[in-house]
Nanobody
């Protein structure tokens, strides 16, 4: 059993900052890519940023220059530093991790694990 748990959401004024964290735990062999997605009310879930195990990153155009994704492989944790927040950043933010686990048959399999989400509200 593996899981990821997000933390760090909340309400902030426009122009403010927040830092999200996501920690993976359980019977983990290795963690490949980790990423942050968000879903605003009435909209589809979209990729915000992701990072490979080697540290390569990718960002949505809407957050480039404002958000920074990073990870601590020793802690199985990924972070999202969000600066200069805008009202349009308001959404539930979800963590996703691609994790290699050992299954019941002792085979290595890759699973995609989602967190429960954390709400970020940008409002004055």
């Amino acid at each position: 059993q593996v899981q990821v748990v997000e933390s760090g959401g909340g309400k902030v004024q426009p122009g403010g900052s927040l830092r999200l964290s996501c920690a993976a735990s359980g019977s983990i062999f290795s963690i490949n890519a980790m990423g942050w997605y968000r879903q605003a009310l009435g909209k589809q879930r979209e990729l915000v940023a992701d990072i490979t195990s080697g540290g390569s990153t990718d960002y949505a155009d809407s957050v480039k220059g404002r958000f920074t994704i990073s990870r601590d492989n020793a802690k199985n944790t990924v972070y999202l530093q969000m600066n200069t927040l805008k009202p349009e950043d308001t959404a539930v933010y979800y963590c996703n991790a691609e994790i290699t686990v050992l299954d019941y048959y002792n085979d290595y399999v890759d699973v995609a694990v989602w967190g429960q989400g954390t709400l970020v509200t940008v409002s004055s």
